[in-house]
């Protein structure tokens, strides 16, 4: 089973800043790799697929980068309404695996 | 416009059974893989279980093999998980899911609750 693991578990910051969410697999997922946005009381829903490929309605703040093992979910200036929960997931090999999330934070 | 809307989450005893529903619309439903997500509350995401398209494949997480059961009726666009011998641990909201380069569609999630 490739684990994946996210740092850090919570990221503290005011809008406006940019924010760096790492991902790092147990062995190479290729580039099978998405990320998710879930907000208190709300489904998950889809941001990134593909190591970098922006889903319908992604703001184009959001961005994602990397290969192989390592890879980070980048929000190039936070708003308010980006303060949530993030999850990557890697499709790459079964069974199919989450990281177990990163809070971002006021 | 692509809904997903499960059904059949309850409270059931330990060693208990259930049967989840989840009826597609708004989309070719043969065409995709369907997968089941949980997700205990205030925890992360865990991925359960997924079906091929035509049926013929499925996938399980070694948490529920051999007693969780995912099928599929493409008469009547429904994909099912069927959970036997049921654990406190499987306490959960359980996610219908598409899958297209990612879960680009979910359902509202059903809560089942497992305990005596």
């Known amino acids: 089973e490739i684990v994946l693991t996210q740092s850090p578990a919570t990221l503290s910051l005011s809008p406006g800043d940019r924010a760096t969410v790492s991902c790092r697999a147990s062995?190479?997922?290729?580039?099978?790799l998405a990320w998710y946005q879930q907000k208190p009381g709300q489904v998950p829903r889809l941001l990134i697929f593909?190591?970098?490929i922006r889903a319908t309605g992604t703001p184009a703040r959001f961005s994602g980068r990397g290969s192989g093992t390592d890879f980070t979910l980048t929000i190039s200036s936070v708003e308010p309404e980006d303060f949530a929960v993030y999850y990557c997931?890697?499709?790459?090999?079964?069974?199919?695996?989450f990281g177990g999330g990163t809070k971002v934070e006021i | 416009e692509v809904q997903l809307v499960e059904s059949g989450g309850h409270s059931v005893q330990p060693g208990g059974s259930l049967r989840l529903s989840c009826a597609a619309s708004?989309?070719?439903?043969?065409?995709?893989?369907m997968h089941w997500v949980r997700q205990v509350p205030g925890k992360g995401l865990v991925w359960i279980s997924a079906?091929?398209?035509?049926?013929?494949?499925?996938n399980y997480a070694d948490s529920v093999k051999g007693r969780f059961t995912i099928s599929r009726d493409n008469a009547k666009n429904t994909l099912f998980l069927q959970m036997n011998s049921l654990r406190a641990e499987d306490t959960a909201v359980y996610y219908c899911?598409?899958?297209?380069?990612?879960?680009?569609?979910w359902g509202q999630g059903t809560l089942v609750t497992v305990s005596s």
């Open positions: 899911t598409r899958a297209n380069s990612g879960y680009d569609h």
């Open positions: 708004g989309f070719t439903f043969s065409s995709h893989w």
């Open positions: 079906i091929s398209g035509d049926g013929s494949s499925t």
């Open positions: 062995q190479s997922v290729t580039s099978y």
């Open positions: 593909d190591v970098s």
């Open positions: 997931q890697q499709r790459s090999s079964w069974p199919l695996t």
